[in-house]
C-alpha cells in the first residue's frame, strides 16, 4: 500500500479499534456495567481440573484490581465506560454525543 507505520502508529490504531468496539456495544446494549467484563462465577468458583494450572481458580479480589488496572490502562471509567477525554485523544470525538445520550460520560 506504500503506507508506512510505526509501532505507535499501530499501538493508536489498536486503542481506536477498543474503544469502538466498546462504543458500539454501549450503543447496542444500552449501557454497560462493570459485570459484564466479568467471566463466569465458575471460574472463580470450580478450580480447574487438568492442565498447568490445575487446583488453581481466579480469585475476585485479584481480578477485580486487575479490571480497574486494565480501566486505567484503557481510559475507561471505573465501569469500563471510555472517557471523553480518551475519545477525544483518539480522534474519535463523533462518538461522544451519541453516546451521552445513552450513558454519563466522565471527563
Do not use: C, H
Not at 26 to 52: S, V
Amino acid at each position: 500500500t506504500g503506507v508506512t507505520f510505526t509501532m505507535d502508529d499501530l499501538y493508536v490504531i489498536a486503542d481506536r479499534i477498543y474503544n469502538l468496539i466498546r462504543a458500539f456495544w454501549i450503543r447496542e446494549i444500552g449501557g454497560w456495567r462493570r459485570e459484564m467484563d466479568w467471566p463466569p462465577q465458575r471460574w472463580f468458583n470450580n478450580p480447574l481440573t487438568k492442565g498447568p494450572f490445575k487446583g488453581q481458580k481466579l480469585d475476585r479480589d485479584s481480578y477485580s484490581k486487575l479490571l480497574s488496572w486494565y480501566y486505567e490502562v484503557r481510559g475507561w471509567d471505573e465501569n469500563g465506560i471510555p472517557r471523553k477525554t480518551t475519545l477525544k485523544q483518539l480522534g474519535l470525538d463523533y462518538t461522544i454525543e451519541k453516546l451521552e445520550k445513552i450513558v454519563n460520560l466522565t471527563p
